[in-house]
């Protein structure tokens, strides 16, 4: 048994993390920004870059997940210093806090697979130097922000986290929700929505030329590999939480398509994700083949290890 400290605890991930390690008799602590309504609730106020450590008193592992939705809003310019200052404030409060406890709580701190920008063809390791653009610089910054941790000798990883596949919440299976970010969004609404709707109307198949690598992963390994390394202190640095088998955004538009009992024949040029989404089209046609060689070393074994297997189990 342990005790874990979560960060975003109500978001996608966070949800059925929380769950999970309950399920297998961790105590959770979720810290929140709005006055607590559970006795396992503390309030904290990221944007103060300030945690208290007594809160991280008798915590064996923090899982830090807050931080803006990049396809929540347009790329307005006030709303790209949200999305930075929401990841680089949390995470250095939290890793600050870690400092000054004095011991060697395990941090596994959001990340996200832009950090390496566009890359083509290139195989994409954790080792793979950073790319460029507006991610590539947010994900620097946001790793960095954990360096106090780190240089306390605390065991910190990087969740750099792909594109996330999962049913939505609720009774229809007919939506699927995805980010690139790290922080999931609803395809309900947010920037993903018009693509959506794009789908519906037969224009779910390849976006601009399709071939750009698209690094998924299921929910369900995206949770899983997040307790595999709670249970792994000794991994630390960056670690890809993407699939095995790297796949073409075309291939992900037809599984995804299947999913949503929806034809994912004809094209969404690369203007009409711009019109749908602004800026974050960028980040939609870019290419990331990137594979998970550290989870992979680790001992991780994936449930869905190939696209095929996780259309299966979107659409149940």
Known sequence: MARVLVTGSSGLIGTPLVAALRGRGDEVVRLVRRPPSAPDEVRWDPGSRRLDPGVLDGVDAVVHLAGAGVGDR?????????????????????????????????????????????????E?????????GFLADVVLAWEA?????????????????????????????????????????DTEGGAAGP?????????????????????????????GA?????????????????????????????????????????????????LAVGEFAGEIVASQRIVGDVLVASGYRYTHADLDSAARWLVG
């Open 74 to 122: 347009r790329w307005t310019p006030a709303y790209k210093h949200e999305i930075l200052s929401s990841r680089t404030d949390g995470t250095a409060a939290v890793a600050s806090a870690i400092a000054e406890t004095g011991r060697d709580v395990r941090f596994l701190s959001g990340s996200a697979v832009g950090f390496y920008g566009d890359r083509g063809e290139e």
């Open 124 to 132: 994409l390791t954790e080792g793979s130097p950073p790319g460029a």
């Open 145 to 185: 922000a954990a360096q106090p941790a780190v240089d306390a000798g605390a065991p910190v990883a990087f969740l750099r986290t792909g594109l996330v596949l999962a049913p939505p919440s609720g009774s229809s299976r007919s939506l699927l929700k995805l980010d690139r970010s790290g922080v999931l969004i």
């Open 195 to 223: 693509l959506v709707r794009l789908a519906r109307l037969g224009l779910g198949g390849p976006i601009g030329s399709g071939r750009q690598f698209w690094p998924w992963i299921t929910l369900v390994d995206e949770v």
């Open 226 to 274: 997040i307790l595999h390394l709670l249970d792994h202190a000794d991994v630390t640095g960056p670690v890809n939480l993407t699939g095995p088998e790297p796949a073409r955004q075309r291939e992900v538009a037809t599984a995804l398509g299947r999913a949503m009992h929806r034809p994912a024949v004809l094209p969404a040029p690369a203007f009409a994700a711009r």
